[in-house]
């Protein structure tokens, strides 16, 4: 039978006998609570925080639990473990109801969109078998005017600014739309537009929405591997182990954001790879939650995201919530008192290191070793949340000038490399600019990163103008629209001319 949802708007008593009342006339009805009231325990029904920063998230969650009647996507297979981790957390945070059938007896995962199987799910089959992204316009070889690498909050940005301008533009984004803008917990609140914040989820999918009706492409099984100048202005980046997986662009924007940092665990590293994405997790998100019902979760760390995530779980029906703070804390205080505060799953708070993780086909236990203490300590998951670094690794031999691994551009440049017509969020090689996480002296907020993305494009018109070759393409949007701004010049009027016989001759 198909389970229906009923959600109660109090934090009265009555709410909780309405719930009690539609459950005895409902069998297979889930039921949710929305209160003020910390720490109300009611069997079985779910508790939601009417906190503006947990509402949003919460509902949106309980709606893909509940699944709606008939959804285009259905998943079988177990819904544990890496892969179905993974599956759940793709549907999640680009916005997809499904059906996920649990009675089916493979083990093995497989989605059906429509009815039709798609084999080996991976981001790029199943965005376009949901249609979510529009298949390329161009071929892979294809001159590009400009290329955006990484599509969060700067990258989409510039995507839009530089389609808008009328540069060829290519998306290169291998995890999600969006970024890590979508995985956070709390709604964004420093974005203009919307005063009571959004999630990163909604704001891609709007994002994604308006992009599509633009001539952008987006590659979403392509990662950066490396950068390096062709001799002729432009630049190729290899997306592939043969050397034939290359794209061509005349300008590049780097806004390819941060990568989680890593435990040092010593002679002990191998028991993390060895449960990597089977019960360790870098990073939480909202839809973590409903995975941890029931079990014994770890959150290692002690800024804000480490809090929010232990609150998270200890709010969401987790058997037992623990935190490990390995250097001090630098959460905000008033953060702080809700985490060890909580009530009624108090969560265990413990000032140490991890230094090992143990378990037979799945992780049962971290070690924990303190000042005064080195125990087990009981855990179906760990969620390392140590902060990040620059995803920069691939830029090495590049030519870039990078500071702790974050790219150097304008006034950032070394004195050996800024030169004097270096333009805003320009880096040391001409033609190739920064925006958003990946730039040094970011704030990483959401707002920066897409005011940085257009700021760049506005250089990129500049650089241009006044390197025409960077347009390989002479019958180019971009080609026309720049040769218009300066069509005083006898020698503009000339190419003008021959734009128009080329155009007419295509």
Same mark, same amino acid.
């Given at each position: 039978?198909?389970?229906?949802?009923?959600?109660?708007?109090?934090?009265?008593?009555?709410?909780?006998?309405?719930?009690?009342?539609?459950?005895?006339?409902?069998?297979?009805?889930?039921?949710?609570?929305?209160?003020?009231?910390?720490?109300?325990?009611?069997?079985?029904?779910?508790?939601?925080?009417?906190? +503006?920063?947990?509402?949003?998230?919460?509902?949106?969650?309980?709606?893909?639990?509940?699944?709606?009647?008939?959804?285009?996507?259905?998943?079988?297979?177990?819904?544990?473990? *890496?892969?179905?981790?993974?599956?759940?957390?793709?549907?999640?945070?680009?916005?997809?109801?499904?059906?996920?059938?649990?009675?089916?007896?493979?083990?093995?995962?497989?989605?059906?969109?429509?009815?039709?199987?798609?084999?080996?799910?991976?981001?790029?089959?199943?965005?376009?078998?949901?249609?979510?992204?529009?298949?390329?316009?161009?071929?892979?070889?294809?001159?590009?005017?400009?290329?955006?690498?990484?599509?969060?909050?700067?990258?989409?940005?510039?995507?839009?600014?530089?389609?808008?301008?009328?540069?060829?533009?290519?998306?290169?984004?291998?995890?999600?739309?969006?970024?890590?803008?979508? #995985?956070?917990?709390?709604?964004?609140?420093?974005?203009?537009?919307?005063?009571?914040?959004?999630?990163?989820? *909604?704001?891609?999918?709007?994002?994604?929405?308006?992009?599509?009706?633009?001539?952008?492409?987006?590659?979403?099984?392509?990662?950066?591997?490396?950068?390096?100048? #062709?001799?002729?202005?432009?630049?190729?980046?290899?997306?592939? @182990?043969?050397?034939?997986?290359?794209?061509?662009?005349?300008?590049?924007?780097?806004?390819?954001?941060?990568?989680?940092?890593?435990? &040092?665990?010593?002679?002990?590293?191998?028991?993390?790879?060895?449960?990597?994405?089977?019960?360790?997790?870098?990073?939480?998100?909202?839809?973590?939650?409903?995975?941890?019902?029931?079990?014994?979760?770890?959150?290692?760390?002690?800024?804000?995201?480490?809090?929010?995530?232990?609150?998270?779980?200890?709010?969401?029906? &987790?058997?037992?919530?623990?935190?490990?703070?390995?250097?001090?804390?630098?959460?905000?205080?008033?953060?702080?008192?809700?985490?060890?505060?909580?009530?009624?799953? +108090?969560? @265990?708070?413990?000032?140490?290191?991890?230094?090992?993780? &143990?378990?037979?086909?799945?992780?049962?236990?971290?070690?924990?070793?303190?000042?005064?203490?080195?125990?087990?300590?009981?855990?179906?998951?760990?969620?390392?949340?140590?902060?990040?670094?620059?995803?920069?690794?691939?830029?090495?031999?590049?030519?870039?000038?990078?500071?702790?691994?974050?790219?150097?551009?304008?006034?950032?440049?070394?004195?050996?490399?800024?030169?004097?017509?270096?333009?805003?969020?320009?880096?040391?090689?001409?033609?190739?600019?920064?925006?958003?996480?990946?730039?040094?002296?970011?704030?990483?907020?959401?707002?920066?990163?897409?005011?940085?993305?257009?700021?760049?494009?506005?250089?990129?018109?500049?650089?241009?103008?006044?390197?025409?070759?960077?347009?390989?393409?002479?019958?180019?949007?971009?080609?026309?629209?720049?040769?218009?701004?300066?069509?005083?010049?006898?020698?503009?009027?000339?190419?003008?001319?021959?734009?128009?016989?080329?155009?007419?001759?295509?």
């Amino acid at each position: 039978m198909q389970e229906q949802l009923a959600i109660v708007i109090t934090d009265e008593i009555g709410g909780v006998s309405l719930l009690q009342d539609v459950r005895a006339g409902h069998a297979h009805t889930k039921l949710a609570l929305l209160t003020a009231e910390k720490g109300k325990e009611i069997d079985n029904i779910i508790q939601l925080d009417m906190s +503006p920063d947990a509402l949003e998230v919460a509902l949106e969650e309980l709606f893909f639990a509940w699944n709606p009647p008939n959804p285009r996507v259905r998943v079988t297979g177990h819904s544990s473990g *890496r892969e179905g981790r993974f599956l759940r957390r793709f549907l999640y945070l680009n916005g997809i109801s499904y059906d996920w059938d649990k009675a089916a007896r493979s083990k093995d995962i497989a989605v059906y969109i429509d009815g039709v199987a798609t084999p080996r799910p991976t981001p790029s089959r199943l965005y376009a078998a949901l249609g979510i992204i529009p298949a390329p316009k161009h071929p892979p070889n294809y001159p590009y005017d400009v290329v955006v690498v990484g599509g969060g909050p700067a990258g989409l940005s510039a995507a839009l600014s530089a389609s808008l301008v009328g540069f060829s533009t290519l998306v290169i984004e291998a995890q999600r739309p969006g970024g890590t803008a979508t #995985t956070s917990i709390n709604l964004i609140r420093n974005y203009l537009g919307f005063p009571d914040g959004v999630a990163g989820t *909604r704001l891609a999918k709007l994002a994604l929405e308006q992009l599509g009706a633009l001539e952008i492409d987006w590659r979403s099984s392509y990662s950066a591997h490396t950068l390096r100048e #062709t001799g002729d202005g432009r630049y190729q980046i290899q997306v592939g @182990k043969h050397p034939d997986d290359a794209v061509s662009a005349g300008m590049v924007l780097l806004s390819c954001g941060q990568v989680p940092n890593r435990l &040092s665990l010593g002679e002990a590293q191998w028991t993390e790879e060895r449960f990597l994405n089977k019960g360790v997790y870098y990073g939480v998100e909202p839809s973590d939650r409903l995975g941890e019902l029931g079990r014994d979760v770890i959150v290692v760390g002690g800024g804000d995201s480490a809090g929010q995530a232990a609150l998270m779980f200890a709010k969401g029906g &987790s058997k037992s919530v623990a935190l490990i703070a390995r250097d001090g804390l630098t959460m905000a205080k008033s953060l702080w008192g809700e985490v060890k505060n909580y009530v009624p799953r +108090p969560i @265990k708070i413990y000032w140490g290191n991890v230094t090992e993780f &143990s378990g037979t086909e799945s992780l049962n236990h971290v070690r924990i070793k303190g000042k005064w203490y080195d125990i087990l300590a009981p855990a179906t998951s760990a969620y390392i949340n140590i902060g990040g670094k620059p995803n920069t690794a691939w830029l090495r031999d590049s030519g870039i000038e990078l500071d702790d691994g974050y790219v150097k551009t304008d006034i950032y440049l070394g004195d050996s490399l800024r030169r004097s017509d270096a333009l805003p969020f320009e880096t040391s090689l001409p033609g190739v600019f920064a925006a958003g996480d990946v730039r040094v002296k970011s704030s990483r907020r959401v707002g920066q990163a897409v005011g940085q993305g257009t700021a760049a494009v506005a250089s990129m018109e500049r650089f241009a103008r006044k390197n025409p070759q960077v347009l390989a393409d002479p019958v180019s949007t971009a080609h026309l629209l720049l040769s218009i701004q300066d069509f005083s010049n006898a020698a503009t009027r000339r190419e003008f001319k021959q734009w128009l016989k080329l155009f007419h001759s295509h």
